[in-house]
C-alpha cells in the first residue's frame, strides 16, 4: 500500500493506527513524501519505505525558499532510517548540482532522477543526457512513466 497526499507526515497521529494494522497484516506500506516534516519514530517502525521527493529551486520555483523546500531535520531522518530512496524531478542541468550538493550535505542515497516533462516528447529528450549522468552521479534514472503514457492528463 502506498500512501501519498498532499502530505501524508501532516497527518502523522490519525496515519500511524493505519501503518501499524497493515503492516501488522504483513503489508507493504510506503509513504510518499517531499521530506519537509520529521516522521515520528512510530511512523518509523511501521513502514517499509519512504518515498521522498525533495524539490529543486527550479522545480518548486523560485518564490518558494529553500527552507520551504528542504527541512535539514526532516532528510536526516528520513536518510538515516535505512527506509528511504530519494527522487528528485529534474528540470535543467541546474538542479543536478543542487541534488548533488543536497546528497552529500544530508547522506542521501539511492538517488533517483527522472526528468520534468508534460509531455511524452518532452521527457524523452531528456532521458539521453540525463542517463549520463546518473551514470557519472551513481545515480539511478527513472522515467515519468504516467507522462509517456498519458501525457499531461489528469486523473489517470
Known amino acids: 500500500m502506498v500512501v501519498s497526499g498532499g502530505e501524508p507526515l501532516l497527518q502523522q497521529q490519525p496515519l500511524c493506527p493505519l501503518v501499524r494494522s497493515l503492516a501488522g497484516a504483513g503489508h507493504r506500506v510506503e509513504i510518499e513524501t517531499n521530506g519537509t516534516i520529521v516522521p515520528s519514530s512510530d511512523i518509523i517502525d511501521a513502514v517499509s519505505q519512504f518515498n521522498v521527493s525533495p524539490k529543486t529551486e527550479s522545480f518548486a520555483g523560485t518564490a518558494v525558499s529553500r527552507s520551504n523546500r528542504i527541512n535539514p531535520e526532516s532528510l536526516r531522518a528520513l536518510a538515516s532510517s535505512g527506509k528511504s530512496i530519494f527522487k528528485f524531478v529534474v ?51 527513472s522515467t515519468r512513466l504516467h507522462i509517456i503514457l498519458w501525457g499531461d492528463e489528469r486523473g489517470r
Open 91 to 141: 528540470s535543467s542541468e541546474r538542479d543536478l548540482d543542487e541534488i548533488s550538493r543536497c546528497a552529500d550535505e544530508f547522506d542521501l542515497s539511492p538517488v533517483w532522477i527522472m526528468p520534468e516533462g508534460t509531455t511524452r516528447e518532452s521527457v524523452l529528450s531528456k532521458m539521453s543526457w540525463l542517463a549520463d549522468e546518473a551514470v557519472h552521479r551513481s545515480w539511478n534514472l
